[in-house]
């Protein structure tokens, strides 16, 4: 089963479920080819090889150095490299509306918070979850926020996990607002993107006091300048919260640091 985090009755039911209303164990979910259940996360052996997978943090230090001004996320970490099949992943989900991707996404997340050792004190610590937020426009058109979908089901394997806490993690997916609906940004510098995303984000007034002092998990999808993650923490801190960490599925930051390789994952597939 493409379920690997968690170990409860009550979840191996509800998994095995959603398997017989969506049999995604039948062929992977980037390529499409055939697979058995065995398979992690859902996809066949070429997928895996082909994703550049790594225990990835953005060096939020030395971007700060280059950006010249304030970083307000305490961490930020990824799974995968962007590139080819990695995209695919996102993109079916946000944009073909393949919703179910959220959970095998979700669970790559959760496996990577989880397995890495360093991060079980922030783990440990974390009070509440955060999706960034989408417009109210965008989402009447897509018909889901995606990071909150993946929020979500990420929320349930960490709190599920079995971690030394005091109390689960609450989920709080209307913590922040999309205040204003941005074009898209690709072909603008990372500077230009921060300084056109300056008020396009508002803090939900009916947590005034509520995260003070706490630790936040903010979720998204994808990483890429950092400008909206920072944003977002900008606003959670000046609300109160004492940490800020990002956690997404894939980045295409120039300060990725702890691939598995230096390739990306079309250099590899041409080479297989």
């Known amino acids: 089963m493409y379920y690997l985090t968690g170990n409860s009755p009550i979840r191996s039911f509800f998994e095995n479920f959603l398997q017989l209303l969506f049999p995604m164990g ?3 979910i980037c390529c499409g080819k055939y697979v058995d259940l065995s398979r992690t996360y859902c996809l066949c052996d070429q997928c895996v090889r082909a994703i550049n997978w790594g225990r990835i943090h953005i060096d939020l230090e030395e971007e700060r150095k280059e950006a010249g001004r304030t970083r307000y996320l305490d961490s930020a970490l990824s799974c995968m490299v962007y590139g080819l099949h990695s995209a695919r992943l996102v993109f079916d989900l946000k944009y073909n509306k393949k919703t179910f991707m959220a959970r095998p996404i979700s669970m790559i997340m959760a496996d990577r918070l989880l397995t890495d050792e360093s991060l079980e004190d922030m783990l440990c610590s974390v009070d509440f979850s955060v999706p960034v937020p989408l417009h109210h426009q965008k989402r009447k058109t897509r018909g889901f926020n995606q990071a909150e979908l993946i929020a979500k089901d990420l929320t349930s394997r960490l709190n599920s996990a079995g971690l030394p806490r005091e109390r689960k993690i609450r989920l709080m997916p209307d913590c922040l607002l999309r205040s204003k609906n941005t074009a898209a940004q690709r072909s603008v510098s990372g500077e230009e993107r921060f300084a056109n995303l300056e008020g396009a984000f ?42 800020v960490h990002f956690i997404c599925l894939t980045t295409g930051n120039d300060f990725a640091r702890g691939a598995f390789r230096e390739r990306d994952d079309e250099t590899f597939l041409r080479e297989l």
């Not at 939900?204 to 920072?230: C, H, M, P, Q, R």
Request: neutral net charge.
């Open 202 to 243: 508002a803090f939900n007034e009916k947590y005034s006091g509520l995260i003070k002092g706490s630790s936040v998990l903010l979720i998204d999808d994808i990483f890429t300048t950092g400008s909206t993650a920072d944003w977002c923490a900008r606003l959670l801190k000046a609300n109160g919260a004492r940490e």
């Open 26 to 28: 039948t062929y992977c």
